[in-house]
């Protein structure tokens, strides 16, 4: 018909939909112990006890922590919003110490510039490339052979939780997420309390950081 045919411009293959890569618990203790760079290890540690996105862990502030309730305040976080999530006790301490190291007024995770000491004066938060690097450094001599990133953390955090009991909807609220749509990724259904919840993430919690 000499015709242009617009509709096969508007076809699309269908979307690939691949399940994320998760670690076991077993197997995030074996990668953080193999950080040992305690500024990033302190911070890689947080992301996974927390199930924090990259930015929303490099760029905690000291403000943004509840000490007395125990909770993680996410400002600003994906899609502009705020939500708190659970803070496992043994995480509290260990934040506490590691900040006693810097004491920067504002960033739990200040950029390093040259020395150690520096730490305290400075106004930026920790880079995102630094903190990946030397998570892939970890993950290889982990010896573990999933092709692992730091999001992996938080994908193995929401797994480990499910697997531990917690119903989905609380998931979806830790996380952040929109719609309960894209936390029914990590499947199942069931019902727990919160106090619950944080009492599994203390037992997950417990022999990363002594």
Sequence with gaps: MKREWHTLALVRPDKEEKLPVVLSLQEVEQVLKCVHHQHYRVCLTTIYACGLRLLEGVRLQVKNIDSQRKMVHICAGKGGKDRYIPLPT???EML???WRTHRNPEWLFPRLHGTWQG???TSEPMDESSIQKAFRAALKKSGIQKPATVHTL???YATHLLEAGT???TIQLYLGHASITTTTLYLHLTSVTQTQSRQRIDEMLAGLWR
Excluded: K, P, V
């Design 90 to 92: 043994a995480s509290l």
């Design 96 to 98: 506490r110490q590691y």
């Design 119 to 121: 730490l305290i004066n």
């Design 154 to 156: 938080r994908h193995s």
């Design 167 to 169: 119903d989905l909807r």
